[in-house]
């Protein structure tokens, strides 16, 4: 089973910017991939995904923030957002969609959006 790493998180500051990555530990290329995040006292909600034929979806809330991408040769995810805002504190997990189309998430990064 693909193993994912996500790193990039931190603390930044309302309006500010970050780009968080994920490191497949095996080709993706046929794969569809992305993010979510869960807050605390909240359930886990895709943010961002991309299929296998790059088309993406955002949910509404980081749609214009948001930019989800992948470089297929290094089997990586990446997830650009700005103008971040408190209420994007969360903790950030990337996902592949398996073979059979189980969702493999990662270990997750924490996101902490605080003046």
């Known amino acids: 089973q693909v193993q994912l790493v996500e790193s990039g998180g931190g603390l930044v500051q309302p309006g500010g910017s970050l780009t968080l990555s994920c490191a497949a530990s095996?080709?993706?290329?046929?794969?569809?991939v992305g993010w979510g995040r869960q807050a605390p006292g909240k359930q886990r909600e895709v943010v961002a995904q991309?299929?296998?034929?790059?088309?993406?979806t955002y949910v509404d809330s980081v749609k214009g923030r948001a930019t989800i991408s992948r470089d297929n040769a290094r089997n990586t995810v990446r997830l650009q957002m700005k103008s971040l805002k408190l209420e994007d504190t969360a903790v950030y997990y990337c996902?592949?969609?398996?073979?059979?189309?189980?969702?493999?998430w990662g270990q997750g990064t924490q996101v902490t959006v605080s003046s």
């Open positions: 095996q080709d993706i290329i046929n794969s569809g």
């Open positions: 996902y592949v969609v398996g073979r059979v189309g189980e969702i493999v």
């Open positions: 991309m299929a296998r034929n790059g088309s993406t």
